[in-house]
């Protein structure tokens, strides 16, 4: 069974770090593009991030470009997103998705930029 | 600033027929987009059911199918259900980026 699993939400100041991960399991997390996609409250969907099975492609979303970062890590079937300079409009849930043809999301962690 | 536009919301009968399309601010949807369709019901994350234009998932009711028209792409649900109400979301890539459209909310009464 596929699962995906995303931790490391929570309260944080503006102009502060998060770092979310995203633990993959029950398919072969090093061949496929992974995403992060991002949920404001009562807000629709909005793409944030990708990165290529071996990491050498990366795209983001215009206005998180140079305040985050997509990483994974094969060996431990994770995928993270390091998000620096926090933005109150950063509050979101944000999800992980496998590559769109397999279709598959977790639940979502909830990212809360307040001061 | 790419923008992809939706429906609002569209009322639907049980039973009935519906399209819901997809445009973009570039131009033409083509199969170069790789339109996707997701569903998502409150509280929950969103479920995919379409995937390069026309493919289902295995989970995909046979009641969805998507496609190109009229320079949109396209998600028609053929006998709706109760359970379709919900928000639906289509997607377009642009390059390396992806962008979501705004998303319907279908109502079926």
């Known amino acids: 069974e596929v699962q995906l699993v995303e931790s490391g939400g929570g309260l944080v100041q503006p102009g502060g770090s998060l770092r979310l991960s995203c633990a993959a399991s029950?398919?072969?997390?090093?061949?496929?593009?992974m995403n992060w996609v991002r949920q404001a409250p009562g807000k629709g969907l909005e793409w944030v991030a990708n990165?290529?099975?071996?990491?050498?492609?990366?795209s983001y979303l215009e206005s998180v470009k140079g305040r985050f970062t997509i990483s994974r890590d094969n060996a431990k079937n994770s995928l993270y997103l390091q998000m620096n300079s926090l933005r109150v409009e950063d509050t979101a849930v944000y999800y992980c998705?496998?590559?769109?043809?397999?279709?598959?999301w977790g639940q979502g962690t909830l990212v809360t930029v307040s001061s | 600033q790419t923008v992809v536009t939706q429906e609002p919301s569209l009322t639907v009968s049980p039973g009935g027929t519906v399209t819901l399309t997809c445009a973009s601010s570039?131009?033409?949807?083509?199969?170069?987009?790789?339109p996707n369709w997701f569903q998502q019901k409150p509280g929950q994350p969103p479920r995919a059911l379409i995937y390069?234009?026309?493919n289902k998932h295995s989970w995909t009711p046979a009641r969805f199918s998507g496609s190109l028209l009229g320079g949109n792409a396209a998600l028609t649900l053929s006998g709706v259900q109760p359970e379709d109400e919900a928000e639906y979301y289509c997607?377009?890539?642009?390059?390396?980026?992806?962008?979501f459209g705004g998303g319907t909310k279908l109502t079926v009464l």
């Open positions: 998705a496998n590559n769109w043809e397999s279709g598959y």
């Open positions: 029950g398919f072969t997390f090093s061949s496929y593009w």
């Open positions: 997607l377009l890539l642009y390059g390396g980026p992806w962008v």
């Open positions: 990165i290529k099975n071996d990491g050498s492609a990366i």
């Open positions: 570039t131009g033409a949807v083509t199969s170069g987009h790789s």
């Open positions: 390069n234009t026309d």
